[in-house]
């Protein structure tokens, strides 16, 4: 197995699980301390990688790195490595807009291109990529983030086409709230809400709202690999916002922020 983001949340909670069930696994992160925190809770054979996935050169020498060392075939690639920015439309900073979709969305590029050729190869195995709810509803504040998270549901479904007579399989995954530093590490310049909350303020809402762990979500996108899925929703949102982006395309968000005004059951039992 190969896992970008292997850091921390997702990717390491994948990289936890596979290992502990026997795979070996090659991981790969920007984050050469969390990657090595991660490798050190591994129990089988694992090769680390510091790796800046936009880096389109790398990720080749990554997954000839990866052939040479893997004693079986390779059966997934994860590309999973991910960041955020939260800014309105008309406050959006390019430079900010730019390094999220070269991480978010041609990372998975650079990985798919580096890693099919091996599959492909050898006649089987799978692509996942991880996109997001918001890769299925636009929300505000999140216009960046958004279009690199649909652009990874459009490429990854255009590929899914292309291997259709094949034994190689392209997978989605759309996260709905996962608790994770994703939030904490975005580029925020500033509220956009107008409400003058700090970042640490924003990361603490967000991770109030998550409705799944990293080791949930790990153990639903595993599930979702082995029974053969082409879509993986993973947490009770995503099947909320899948469901919203079919009833109600153009007018989500009013039934989203309705919903979110609701007091949780936990609180109303108080």
Same mark, same amino acid.
């Given at each position: 197995?190969?896992?970008?983001? !292997?850091?921390?949340?997702?990717?390491?909670?994948?990289?936890?699980?596979?290992?502990?069930?026997?795979?070996?696994?090659? #991981?790969?992160?920007?984050?050469? $301390?969390?990657?090595?925190?991660?490798?050190?809770?591994?129990?089988?054979?694992?090769?680390?990688?510091?790796?800046?996935?936009? $880096?389109?050169?790398?990720?080749?020498?990554?997954?000839?790195?990866?052939?040479?060392?893997?004693?079986?075939?390779?059966?997934?690639?994860?590309?999973?490595? *991910?960041?955020?920015?939260?800014?309105?439309?008309?406050?959006?900073?390019?430079?900010?807009?730019?390094?999220?979709?070269?991480?978010?969305?041609?990372?998975?590029?650079?990985?798919?291109?580096?890693?099919?050729? #091996?599959?492909?190869?050898?006649?089987?195995?799978? #692509?996942?990529?991880?996109?997001?709810?918001?890769?299925?509803? *636009?929300?505000?504040?999140?216009?960046?983030?958004? !279009?690199?998270?649909?652009?990874?549901?459009?490429?990854?479904?255009?590929?899914?086409?292309?291997?259709?007579?094949? &034994?190689?399989?392209?997978?989605?995954?759309?996260?709905?709230?996962?608790?994770?530093? #994703?939030?904490?590490?975005?580029?925020?310049?500033? $509220?956009?809400?107008?409400? *003058?909350?700090?970042?640490?303020?924003? &990361?603490?809402?967000?991770?109030?709202?998550?409705?799944?762990?990293?080791?949930?979500?790990?153990?639903?996108?595993?599930?979702?690999?082995?029974?053969?899925?082409?879509?993986?929703?993973?947490?009770?949102?995503?099947?909320?916002? $899948?469901?919203? &982006?079919?009833?109600?395309?153009?007018?989500?968000?009013?039934?989203?922020?309705?919903?979110?005004?609701?007091?949780?059951?936990?609180?109303?039992?108080?």
């Amino acid at each position: 197995m190969v896992i970008t983001g !292997a850091a921390s949340g997702i990717g390491r909670a994948l990289a936890t699980r596979l290992s502990r069930l026997g795979s070996p696994v090659a #991981i790969a992160d920007v984050d050469e $301390d969390g990657l090595k925190a991660t490798a050190s809770a591994l129990h089988g054979k694992v090769l680390t990688r510091v790796l800046d996935v936009r $880096d389109a050169e790398d990720q080749l020498r990554f997954a000839g790195e990866v052939r040479d060392w893997l004693p079986a075939p390779l059966a997934a690639v994860f590309n999973n490595a *991910g960041v955020a920015v939260t800014s309105s439309v008309l406050d959006a900073v390019p430079e900010d807009d730019d390094w999220l979709h070269d991480i978010n969305f041609r990372g998975v590029v650079h990985g798919t291109r580096a890693f099919l050729p #091996i599959l492909t190869e050898q006649g089987e195995g799978a #692509i996942v990529n991880t996109s997001s709810v918001f890769g299925l509803l *636009g929300m505000p504040y999140q216009s960046a983030y958004c !279009a690199a998270k649909f652009a990874v549901r459009g490429f990854t479904d255009s590929l899914r086409q292309e291997l259709a007579e094949s &034994a190689v399989r392209a997978i989605t995954v759309h996260p709905g709230g996962i608790t994770t530093n #994703i939030a904490r590490n975005a580029r925020v310049r500033r $509220d956009p809400t107008g409400l *003058g909350r700090s970042r640490e303020e924003m &990361a603490a809402q967000f991770e109030a709202m998550t409705m799944t762990s990293p080791d949930k979500a790990a153990a639903i996108i595993h599930a979702g690999v082995d029974r053969g899925k082409a879509r993986i929703l993973v947490g009770p949102d995503a099947y909320l916002f $899948d469901a919203l &982006a079919r009833v109600t395309p153009t007018h989500y968000n009013a039934v989203l922020t309705r919903l979110m005004r609701r007091p949780r059951r936990t609180e109303a039992v108080r």
